[in-house]
């Protein structure tokens, strides 16, 4: 029963985004089936959407969401745990912390992939360094969990091995990175109002044909991201 969680102590970059539209994914739902979704960011954005969701009647069929932001982490641990055991994959969406922020350390330390949003930016490189890979670091001596760059709100015309060849020259040898990216997007900034998920913003759009089209190809870029999440898991 794998843990993935989304760190990143930047805003901006796509983490809550990611959080939801992976849960909600095609490859995830074929791979493991009844799947957590776990908010530890206090800022409660995942919450309000889950609250839309209800408010509009949408169900929430096998993603299951919990919401553990501001809670000590005696209580923590205790509800993770039951949480694990109850489900066949879980989603952390973490916080973005400075350095010795607990969640984040929580989260470095119980999960199997941690995933890094990262925009190609030097802010976001200097952040990271920062911020980050103290914590990482740290992390590493307690848990071996894979680490990823997920490159978010890429140009769509960019290729991706110039991508994948932009982090390998600025990211220490232990932290990977996906071949796959998150390009930006509009549909990404729009479809998840009303508490929507992507499949279900596509079928909302279906007689606009530009928003259609934006939309089907938005769905592709995260299931393609969802199917490299999952190999890693193999």
């Not at 849960?23 to 089936?33: I, L, N, P, R, W």
């Not at 993770?80 to 470095?108: C, M, N």
């Not at 992390?139 to 709100?153: R, T």
Request: aromatic share 8%.
């Amino acid at each position: 029963m794998p843990i993935f969680s989304f760190v990143q102590t930047k805003g901006g970059t796509g983490k809550t985004t990611l959080s939801q539209a992976i849960a909600y994914s095609k490859a995830f739902k074929k791979t493991f089936g009844e799947i957590a979704m776990v908010e530890l960011d206090s800022q409660g954005t995942l919450a309000d959407w889950i609250k839309e969701r209800v408010e509009n009647k949408r169900a929430t069929k096998h993603v299951h969401f919990y919401s553990l932001a501001g809670i000590e982490l005696t209580k923590l641990t205790k509800e993770l745990e039951k949480i694990v055991t109850t489900h066949e994959a879980v989603i952390l969406d973490v916080p973005g912390e400075s350095v010795g922020g607990f969640a984040t350390q929580l989260a470095l330390n119980l999960s199997d992939l941690v995933l890094i949003p990262m925009r190609t930016s030097t802010n976001d490189e200097a952040s990271f360094a920062r911020n980050l890979w103290p914590v990482i670091q740290e992390g590493l001596k307690e848990n071996l969990a894979a680490i990823v760059i997920v490159p978010s709100f890429i140009h769509p015309q960019t290729k991706k091995v110039n991508v994948k060849n932009y982090f390998a020259g600025i990211m220490p040898e232990e932290i990977g990175c996906l071949k796959n990216f998150l390009p930006f997007r509009s549909t990404f900034e729009n479809y998840s109002r009303d508490g929507m998920t992507l499949a279900e913003y596509i079928n909302s759009v279906k007689n606009n044909a530009r928003l259609y089209d934006q939309a089907k190809k938005a769905a592709k870029d995260m299931e393609n991201i969802a199917k490299e999440i999952v190999s890693l898991t193999k």
